[in-house]
């Protein structure tokens, strides 16, 4: 045994001597938690060869628990100028479906319950009659996430069969979420054809056969190919694939239930624009354009909609009664499109003014450049969002923020200053541009909550 270790376990209280006076922390935390953390503390400052008293190991143990007891997933402010942060959690959610999620956590629901009959009912009868409505569709259902819904209908529809896709259209997403694994896992062969720019009706024509099972059409929702292309149109897809008897899925990733335009957006095509074009099924994500919770629509031909519906992946990928409460909410306020964009946060945040924006960075300004005095230089840029989770990829959305330049220079001082931004209680995330840190203030809409921890101590 060395001197320092010696002296550090004679000056080391014991476990149960800490415990004794630890009832406030065992209060808090409960006594295992404590009695790991206070273990910890005794074997961190053993093997320092650190001597400590009581007091020192409960101060230990108190940071210790804090860090423990803080959520894990915390709110953000997203500044990073994407509306639609799938690393954020995507749309933030209208309060009429935040309300009705809650009630459905709380108590027992009718989730598969008909009050009518005193029978069993259908979970997703409780979003069908919506989307049917909202679409135009015969029949849908709802799973997971779009991902889900499509791996759903390429087994259901396709498995041991062929599923024809254009080259132009072998999209990855994201997080390991490649179309060509997607069809492999859901056990169907891919077959590709036409070429990356260019893919015509007589290369589908071509590969259609006995052996197809289904022709796929994926909107490439997260790049554009521009210049000598050529994607054959949804209504020539859907004759060739109705003439030879194969069913046309649409896979429109954000799929939005309105017509962007009417906001001033960019068009995005519509679920109603797809399937009145000939699709006979057509996939979407709750959680991207649509504005809802995170969910996997397919809406479409009915005698699909049920073989979907029986196929035991759809079990699996069913969704829970605390998202369909949800998701229910936010569809009913699409049927009032006047007030769409004042009730639902996704379209209101995608639709405010740069001029509300640049308001609001005025109003920011003075407060934001208080805060960092000595820090950083702070002035009110314009700028540009984006929608995001892939949607309209090349569309940007004017905007403005607060550039912040960092005083002190040198090579990673932009990085340090966004760490410093990270490292508030609630994080505030923007983006680095040109050695500047960029708030892009569009998702901005607590003020007050971002200038209070702002000017808290540090
Ligand atoms: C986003 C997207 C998906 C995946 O949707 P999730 O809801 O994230 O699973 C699939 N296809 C396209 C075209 C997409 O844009």
Same mark, same amino acid.
């Given at each position: ?16 001597? %800490? ?6 922390? @065992? ?15 005794? *074997? ?15 101060? $230990?143990?108190?940071?210790?628990? =804090?860090?423990?007891?803080? &959520?894990? +997933? ?17 749309? &933030? ?22 009050? =009518?009959?005193? #029978? #069993?009912?259908?979970? $997703? ?21 779009? =991902? ?12 041991? +069969?062929?599923?024809? %896709? ?14 060509? $694994?997607?069809?492999? /896992?859901?056990?169907? !062969?891919? /077959?590709? @054809?036409?070429? !990356?720019?260019? !893919?015509?009706?007589?290369?589908? *024509? ?24 050529? =994607?054959?149109?949804? &209504? ?57 919770? +995170? ?7 009915? $005698?699909? @909609?049920?073989?979907?519906? #029986? ?29 769409? *964009?004042?009730?639902? &946060? ?28 000595? @820090? ?9 969002? +984006? ?8 569309s940007l959305l004017p905007s403005a923020a607060l550039a912040l330049l960092p005083l002190r220079r040198g090579g990673r001082a932009a990085e340090a200053l966004a760490q410093l931004l990270r490292d508030l209680p609630v994080p505030v995330l923007g983006r680095i541009e040109g050695g500047r840190v960029l708030l892009d203030l569009r998702c901005l809409e607590d003020e007050a909550g971002l200038l209070a921890q702002l000017s808290a101590p540090r």
């Open positions: 045994m060395s001197g320092a270790e010696r002296r550090g376990r004679a000056a080391l209280p014991s476990v149960d001597r %800490v415990l004794q006076s630890a009832h406030a922390l @065992i209060g808090a935390h409960g006594r295992a938690l404590v009695t790991e953390a206070v273990r910890e503390s005794l *074997a961190a400052r053993r093997n320092a060869g650190t001597a400590a008293a009581i007091d020192a190991v409960l101060a $230990d143990a108190e940071t210790a628990l =804090a860090r423990l007891a803080r &959520p894990s +997933q915390r709110r953000v402010f997203n500044l990073t100028g994407t509306v639609l942060h799938t690393n954020l959690g995507r749309a &933030p959610l209208p309060e009429e479906a935040i309300a009705a999620a809650a009630e459905a956590m709380r108590e027992p629901t009718t989730l598969e319950y008909d009050t =009518a009959g005193g #029978r #069993r009912g259908e979970r $997703d009868d409780h979003i069908a009659g919506w989307l049917t409505r909202l679409t135009g569709g015969a029949a849908a259902l709802a799973v997971n996430n779009n =991902a889900g819904a499509l791996v759903l209908a390429l087994n259901a529809l396709a498995a041991g +069969q062929e599923t024809i %896709v254009s080259r132009g259209e072998l999209i990855e997403i994201g997080g390991a979420f490649r179309l060509p $694994d997607i069809m492999e /896992r859901a056990g169907t !062969t891919l /077959r590709e @054809i036409g070429t !990356t720019n260019r !893919t015509h009706l007589r290369d589908f *024509a071509a590969a259609i056969g006995p052996q197809t099972g289904l022709m796929l059409k994926v909107h490439t929702s997260n790049y554009a190919i521009e210049g000598f292309t050529a =994607a054959v149109p949804t &209504p020539q897809l859907a004759a060739l694939a109705h003439e030879n008897g194969v069913p046309l899925v649409e896979d429109l990733g954000s799929g939005t239930l309105v017509d962007l335009e009417g906001w001033g957006l960019p068009h995005e095509p519509t679920v109603a624009e797809a399937l009145n074009a000939g699709a006979d099924l057509v996939t979407f994500s709750g959680d991207k354009l649509l504005g809802g919770p +995170q969910a996997g629509l397919v809406v479409g031909r009915a $005698d699909l @909609i049920a073989t979907l519906a #029986r196929n035991p992946l759809k079990r699996a990928l069913r969704l829970d009664k605390i998202r369909l409460a949800a998701l229910e909410a936010v569809l009913r306020l699409y049927a009032d499109p006047a007030r769409l *964009a004042a009730r639902l &946060p996704a379209l209101r945040l995608l639709t405010r003014a740069a001029g509300d924006i640049r308001a609001t960075a005025q109003r920011l300004q003075p407060a934001v450049a208080a805060a960092l005095a000595g @820090i950083a230089r702070v002035d009110i840029v314009e700028t540009r969002s +984006q929608i995001g989770s892939g949607a309209l990829p090349v």
